[in-house]
């Protein structure tokens, strides 16, 4: 859709409008979902020029092109290109592949996704990648850590976990000055609440299966790169023959267009519910870079335009056993793992078992809630209710 060119558009109107040619749909609002492998060409002459924008199916259909079109804009000028994947994990793995090769050394946040530790320990270490772990909260100080061989560095931002806050931009400067690229994990907070790339990242990539999708019914992924990383990002995904299914694409597509809505549903909620936790006896701490007084606000605040829904909480110390009572009380928050669907719910963590670079030693058992799209009031009651179990097993 053309777009004024007085004024650029705010992110709400971009999510609204980027990506759409009502002209090529048949004055359709949204793109046809193409479920195609083959696309013919009229005449010899046309298939040895490789003439024409789609080729095959792998390489885009115009169901792709409308939401790389959208996520671009939403990403900003900083962004060349959105790769689609076909899970979260599978957009961090190949973006790592895209950049790393035998002999090289990559530095990973201690907070990342524990799949992602696993795929750089175990994948990435048999093709000859070295992996090592820092500090979450290092800052510039990493600089120490850089070895002559250092090719990336993987943060995430916060830790979807512990909501450690990295400051990216002093990792950022670090890195690019020791010829290194930065790549982040920013699911939690979206292009829309944290426009990476402009902040020094050059590959920042999402698990849309959380709140890009937002319904919990897809799983999906997206790597958007800045010019100095697209084209091995591009070249990766053709190599590697990565690609996601028409349906999972326009659903992602559909998640983008109520992006806004959702998550500040999911912001105002997760700070109320945030400040409600703080204030029970059960609670020893809130971990939400959103609060004030958390030890990542400020970064957030420098960094961030908005927070979502996923916060951890640290009870007071307390049996595990009283702990599972209160979850299996618990009638709105579900358990289970992933999150940014519009349900709320809950999960027990323990990091300790796999950080290397940090101690993780809370002072009681820790809970992960996802914030819903539910009244506030009945998850409180629904939490009034799991905390008396726990007050009565403990
Ligand atoms: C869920 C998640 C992933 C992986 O996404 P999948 O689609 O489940 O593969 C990666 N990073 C973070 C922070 C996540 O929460």
Redesign the pocket.
Known sequence: MASPSDHPLAPETTLVTAGRDTAAQNGFVNPPVVHGSTVLYPTAADLHAHRGEFQYGRHGSPTTRALQQALTALEGPNCAGVGLA???????STALLAVLKAGDHVLVCDS??R??RAFCDDLLGRYGVETSYFDPLIGGAIDALFLPNTRAVMV?AP??QSFDMPDIRAIAEVAHGRGALVLD?N??ATPLFHRSLDQGVDIS??????YLGGHSDI???TISANAAAWPRVAEAIRLLGVCAGPDDVFLALRGLRTLSVRLAAHQRAGLEMAHWFKARPEVARVLYPALPDDPGHAIWRRDFTGASG?FSVVLKPVPQAAVDTMLDSLKLFGMG????GFESLVIPFDCSSYRTATRWAPEGPTLRFHIGLESTDDLKADLDRGFAALGAAR
């Open positions: 076909p899970s979260g994990l599978a957009a961090i990342v996704y799949p992602t995430e830790g979807s994990d699911t939690w990539i999402q698990a849309a299966t959380k799983l999906f992924g996923l793992y992933s999150w940014g």
